[in-house]
C-alpha cells in the first residue's frame, strides 16, 4: 500500500471521528434488546443506504435455518429478528471479498440503580463512552462503517465485494450471522470487532444455554414436612454441575490453546424463578444456565454429560428423585471455534495483513488471545470455510454496569481496518 | 335449645345442601386471587342482599388502618381491596353478638399442568369438591351463610346482631379483618371456618413475611471470576436462616402449646427471582421468605434476629461482605394467638357452645388442636378482647394442587354452626 493512501486514510478517519463519536452514541442510545432491535437496525439501514449502499434488510425465518449446521434452538417467534446487510459490489473486483460483521443485539442492562447514568442515554466521559451495547458491540459496528468511510473520503473503494453484516441474535444464538450465510453472503475472509481489546482472537470457546425445571408437590407451609421446596431442591443440583464444570476444566480436558488457564470454561447460573406465593412451599423453579466447551468438544457428547450430571444429583435428592428435573435447550448451541488451528493459506494471509495494519496503525505488534467467550466467527469459520479475524476496540464491563468503551482505541481500530480493507480487498478508484 | 328446633335446624341444613354445594362451587369459580376478589366479593355481596341483610361494601384504606396494632405493611396499591360486610340486626337484642367470618382470596394455584382439573373450575367428585380455594375458606364462607340461613328457614333470627364478614388479604397481611375491626365491627365472640378438619383450633403461630435483595456487580460470564452470582450467593444465606429456624424450634423456646412439635415453626423460601440473562453473571437476586413464631414471641425481636442472622451470613461471604442484602418486609406481620391462653368468661362460654354444638352435630367430642398457621383469629383475640373460634370443614391440599374440601364435612361443620349461632345468640321469631 502506498504510504500516502495510509497516510489519507489516517487522516480522514480522524476528520470524521466527531461524526463516528455522534454515530456511536445515537446507535447506543436504542435500546436494542433481543427483540427491541427495530429501530435500531432501521438506523443501521438508513446510515447504509445514505453512503449509496446496496441494503438487504430481512426478518429471520426458523425454517430457513433450522436444518443448518450451528443452529440453536430458540423459544418463542422470531417477528422482530431482523437483519441488515450493507452491500459494496466492486467495479473491478480484482482483490478478496470480505465481510464486516457486528451484532446489533444488547444485553439486558439489570437494575438501573447500579448505573451512575441510565444506559440506554450515552455519555462521553474521559475518553469513554458508557451506555450498554456501546462496547459490545456498537463501537465494532461503527469502527467497521467508518473505516469503509475513510476509503470514500480518499477517492478510493474496496476492489472486492464487502458485505457490511449488522445481524440480531449473537447474545443468545448466533442465529442472524447463521441466517446471513443461508441467504447466500459468503467471502474470503470476515473481521468482526468484538470488544477484545485490540488483541486478535485466535480461538473461542463453545456455549450451550440450557434451563432446567424442577416441579413437585407444593403445600400450604404449615405442613412443609410433607411437601418439598422446588426451590432449594435446586441447590444439589447446581452443585453437581459446578462439580462436572470442575471436571472439564481439568488440565487433560484442555484444548491446547487454553493449557495455561485454570478456569477457561464457566458454567453459570444466569436466571433463576421459582414460587408463586410466600407462604406456599413452592411447586416449581427454572435456571437457566451457560456452560462452556472447548474448541473440538462435541455439543452432543456435552449435554449428555450435562443431563446425565443433572439426573444423577435428581436421583440422590428425595423430592426430585419422583419428579426428575426437565432439561430445555433454548439458545447457544455453539461449537467451539479456533482460528489457530485454520491452516489455510487464506487465514494465514489474512492474518498477516491484520497484523500489518495493527502495527502500523499502533505501533505495537497484534496480540494473540485465546477468549473464555463465543462470537459468530464460529460461523464463518466452520461452516463456511472462511477465516474470520476477531478484532476490535478496548471495552469494560461488558454485560455489567457503566459498560464504556474506549475511544482512542476505536479510533485505532477505525484506522486498522481501513488499512485492513485496503490491503486484503485492495482499491480501485470510486 | 329445644330439641325440636336442633332436628329442624339439620332439617333446614340437609334440604338446602344442594343449594349450598352449588353455592360453593360459583364461589369458588371466582379467581379471587389478591387483587382480583371484586368478582367474587360482588357475588357475596348480591348474596347478603337478596337474604336481607345490610350490606357495607368498602376498599379499603391503609391510612385507616396503617397505626393499629396488628397492621401488616403492604407493597403497591389497595384499589382492589373490598371488603364485604353483611349485618343481621336482632331485633330484641337480647342475646350474644357474634362475628362470622371468613376469607375471600386464594393463593396462586401454581403451575397448571400439575392440576387434573383447572383450579377455577371447580367440580365435584367422591364427595369432595376440587379447586383453589374450594376449601380455604370458601366452603366456610358457605358454611356461615348457610348455617344462616338454616335459622332464616326455621323462621327463627338470632337474637344478637351477627355480622357476616368476607375479607380479603387473609393470605397475605390480614388486613382486611384489621380493616373490620377499625370500621367498628366488634362482636362477642368471631367464628372462622378455617378448614382444620373440625377441630377446634386453640392456638395459632404468627407469621412474619420478609424479602431479602441481594445486589453485586455482574459481568460477561467469560470474567466470572471477577464478577460475583447474586443467585448463587443467596445459598449461604438461606443456610444460615435455617439454621436460626432450628434454634427457634428447640424444646426450650417452644410456646407450651406446641410443646409436642419438633417442628412447628417452619421457614420457607416462597419465592426466589434473580438475574437478567443467561450469559451476564447475575446483579441481581430476590427472595421472599415466611417464617413463623410462637404466640408470645415479639416480633420485633424477631425482625431483629432475622436481620442478623442475614448480614452474619453476608459478611461471612467475599460477595455479599461489599453489597450487604436489603431485608424488605411486606406482607405478614402476624403475632401468634392462643384461645386457650384467654382465661374470660366469654371464652370458656363460647368454647362450651361450640363443644355442645360439635357434638351434637356429628356425635363425637370436640377435638383440640394447635396449628402451624396463622389466621384472622388473632385480630379479634388480641386486639378486640374477643373470643375467636376457628373450626371448619375438613380439607386437603390447601395451598396445593387439586385443593379439595369433604362436602359431608362441610354439611356438618353448617349444621354445628346453626347450632352455635342459636344457642350463643339465642334466637327470636322473624
Not at 426458523?62 to 449446521?69: A, F, K, T, Y
Not at 463453545?206 to 413437585?216: D, S, T
Not at 407451609?221 to 462436572?244: D, R, T
Not at 435428581?314 to 467451539?336: I, K, M, Q, S, T
Request: proline share 5%.
Amino acid at each position: 500500500m502506498q504510504t500516502d493512501l495510509k497516510t489519507r486514510l489516517f487522516d480522514a478517519v480522524d476528520r470524521a471521528f466527531d461524526r463516528q463519536i455522534a454515530f456511536l452514541a445515537e446507535l447506543t442510545a436504542h435500546p436494542s434488546l433481543r427483540g427491541q432491535e427495530q429501530s435500531a437496525q432501521d438506523f443501521m439501514a438508513a446510515e447504509l443506504s445514505a453512503r449509496g449502499y446496496e441494503v438487504d434488510r430481512w426478518q429471520i425465518d426458523v425454517e430457513d435455518i433450522r436444518h443448518l449446521p450451528g443452529f440453536s434452538p430458540v423459544l418463542g417467534p422470531y417477528e422482530d429478528a431482523v437483519n441488515v446487510v450493507g452491500t459494496h459490489r466492486a467495479r473491478t473486483r480484482k482483490g478478496r471479498s470480505l465481510i464486516l460483521n457486528g451484532h446489533i443485539d444488547v444485553v439486558p442492562a439489570g437494575p438501573l440503580d447500579m448505573w451512575d447514568s441510565p444506559p440506554f442515554e450515552p455519555r462521553v466521559a474521559d475518553g469513554w463512552l458508557y451506555g450498554r451495547g456501546g462496547g459490545d458491540m456498537k463501537a465494532g459496528l461503527a469502527s467497521n462503517l467508518f473505516a469503509l468511510d475513510a476509503l470514500t473520503a480518499c477517492g478510493v473503494a474496496p476492489a472486492a465485494d464487502v458485505f457490511y453484516q449488522s445481524v440480531v441474535e449473537e447474545e443468545c444464538t448466533g442465529n442472524g450471522a447463521l441466517a446471513c450465510l443461508a441467504r447466500g453472503y459468503t467471502a474470503d475472509a470476515a473481521l468482526i470487532p468484538e470488544p477484545f481489546a485490540e488483541q486478535l482472537v485466535t480461538a473461542q470457546l463453545g456455549v450451550i444455554w440450557f434451563q432446567v425445571h424442577l416441579k413437585g408437590l407444593p403445600t400450604h407451609v404449615a405442613y412443609a414436612g410433607s411437601g418439598a421446596n422446588a426451590i432449594e431442591a435446586a441447590i444439589p443440583v447446581i452443585q453437581a454441575l459446578h462439580e462436572m464444570e470442575h471436571r472439564w476444566n481439568a488440565a487433560e480436558n484442555r484444548h491446547s490453546d487454553y493449557a495455561h488457564m485454570d478456569h477457561a470454561l464457566n458454567l453459570n447460573v444466569g436466571k433463576f424463578q421459582g414460587g408463586d406465593w410466600t407462604s406456599s412451599v413452592p411447586a416449581w423453579s427454572t435456571f437457566d444456565v451457560r456452560m462452556a466447551i472447548f474448541p473440538g468438544q462435541s455439543i452432543d457428547a456435552a449435554k449428555a454429560e450435562i443431563e446425565r450430571v443433572i439426573l444423577d444429583a435428581a436421583r440422590g435428592n428425595d423430592f426430585l428423585r419422583n419428579a426428575l428435573p426437565e432439561v430445555v435447550y433454548h439458545g447457544f448451541h455453539a461449537e467451539g471455534y479456533a482460528l489457530s488451528e485454520d491452516g489455510s493459506e487464506r487465514a494465514a494471509s489474512a492474518i498477516a495483513a491484520l497484523d500489518q495494519a495493527h502495527h502500523t496503525a499502533t505501533g505495537t505488534p497484534l496480540v494473540r488471545e485465546a477468549i473464555t467467550a463465543t462470537t459468530d466467527a464460529r460461523f464463518f469459520g466452520l461452516y463456511a470455510d472462511t477465516p474470520a479475524l476477531v478484532y476490535g476496540p478496548r471495552a469494560e464491563a461488558i454485560h455489567g454496569f457503566n459498560e464504556r468503551v474506549e475511544l482512542e482505541s476505536m479510533r485505532r481500530v477505525t484506522k486498522a481496518t481501513a488499512l485492513f480493507i485496503a490491503d486484503w480487498c485492495g482499491i480501485e478508484e470510486r
